[in-house]
Nanobody, 123 residues
Framework: VQLVESGGGSVQTGGSLRLSCAASGYTYSSRCMGWFRQAPGNGRERVAAIGINGRTSYADSVKGRFTISQDNAKPTLFLQMNSLKPEDTAMFYC??????????????????WGQGTQVTVSS
């Protein structure tokens, strides 16, 4: 199983980026998929997740700005990020829970991780 993120980069405040996470070795269906981020000196926090039934959840800090989606046929997970702020600057990771897993905000609930993609937002 391998998760590979892409789409990070540097943008100015108010800009947009779309992150992708391509999976090999399995499918996204029947498991929770999440996007996490980690800024220097901070812990890893979940910003968005999409569950088995397609239900999405977001951290309060990104609600209305970020959108998580997935294409099970490819399979690829996406994170559309709009109205970016300097405080969004972080390394972003996609993560997968075990088959049949409910979504959780805890990193311990996810057993596969990508290598991360850097997002930098300048003021």
């Amino acid at each position: 199983v391998q998760l590979v993120e892409s789409g990070g980069g540097s943008v100015q405040t108010g800009g947009s980026l779309r992150l992708s996470c391509a999976a090999s070795g399995y499918t996204y269906s029947s498991r929770c998929m999440g996007w996490f981020r980690q800024a220097p000196g901070n812990g890893r926090e979940r910003v968005a997740a999409i569950g088995i039934n397609g239900r999405t959840s977001y951290a309060d800090s990104v609600k209305g700005r970020f959108t998580i989606s997935q294409d099970n046929a490819k399979p690829t997970l996406f994170l559309q990020m709009n109205s970016l702020k300097p405080e969004d600057t972080a390394m972003f990771y996609c993560a997968s829970g075990p088959w049949g897993s409910p979504c959780s905000t805890s990193t311990r609930a996810y057993n596969y991780w990508g290598q991360g993609t850097q997002v930098t937002v300048s003021s």
